[in-house]
């Protein structure tokens, strides 16, 4: 990975699932997943660059593309077979570009509220690239701003604890977590996933396209693009689930992934 190190958290024995988190979260968010899924499978949950307790340089590029790469290095590290591949939010938009360069090595695809083509980056991530932005939040990261980020994002508001919130803005803590976030911010580039567009319409793998009916930053449009131009996809949109809704509805999000795992073989 660029001569870094990300770090991850496996758990369970079956068939391999490589879970892949967006910007402003990290493995934590998968948290509510991670341990029914290994009740069946091989489960790893990764800290992508930049993110959570994985290193954090700032020397290298934080792109779409770029993680893509440094996430086939890592799963050639750890020499896994065909695996499940679920990515949310921009972990989605990494999916993308890493099945259509290496679909052999996939048994499927899920992108969860994901990012695609160029209807992104979106508020608040817009903002964090302006220098003045930019410069707030290396002096103090307004928790109460970034607070109103994620209250916005989930949409059962009385999950909105502490406790989420600690998750959350533990990556802040530190300056070397904040440079790393707008860094990462700031590499962003829809034109990494325009650039694969006509690859996705020609992907030999099948694609679950999960979105929270009640996403705010992610538009239904995107999905329903998704579903329209993959050639072996299936759309599911789960009600009172916002963007962050691996804290909504977690149940609902697993009956899904597991059903679609079942549905074809390798």
């Known amino acids: ?122 508020q608040p991530i817009t903002a964090m690239r302006t220098p003045i932005v930019r410069q707030l939040l290396m002096a103090t990261l307004d928790k109460g701003m970034f607070r109103l980020v994620v209250k916005r994002g989930v949409h059962r508001q009385e999950r909105v604890t502490e406790e989420l919130m600690e998750y959350f803005l533990a990556p802040f803590a530190t300056q070397e977590g904040r440079k790393a976030f707008l860094h990462f911010a700031r590499c962003l580039d829809n034109h990494n996933l325009m650039s694969i567009a006509d690859d996705l319409r020609r992907l030999p793998l099948p694609v679950l396209v999960l979105r929270g009916r009640d996403d705010p930053y992610l538009s239904q449009d995107i999905a329903l693009k998704l579903d329209r131009e993959l050639p072996d996809s299936r759309l599911v949109e789960l009600p009172g689930a916002g963007h962050f809704f691996q804290e909504d509805v977690p149940e609902l999000i697993l009956a899904e992934l597991t059903g679609f795992f079942g549905s074809h073989h390798a």
């Open 1 to 122: 990975m660029a001569g870094n190190e990300m770090v991850y958290y496996r758990a369970g024995v079956g068939e391999p699932v490589l879970l892949v988190h967006g910007i402003t979260t990290y493995s934590f968010i998968w948290r509510n997943l991670f341990h029914e899924l290994a009740r069946n499978h091989d489960v790893i949950a990764v800290d992508l660059l930049g993110c959570g307790n994985s290193d954090m340089p700032l020397d290298v590029p934080f792109a779409v593309s770029d993680h893509a790469g440094y996430l086939l290095e890592f799963v050639r590290d750890l020499q896994l077979p065909r695996f499940h591949l679920v990515g949310h939010d921009l972990g989605g938009g990494i999916g993308q570009i890493f099945a259509v360069r290496n679909p052999a090595m996939l048994l499927d695809l899920a992108l969860l509220n994901t990012v695609a083509y160029d209807f992104w980056p979106v």
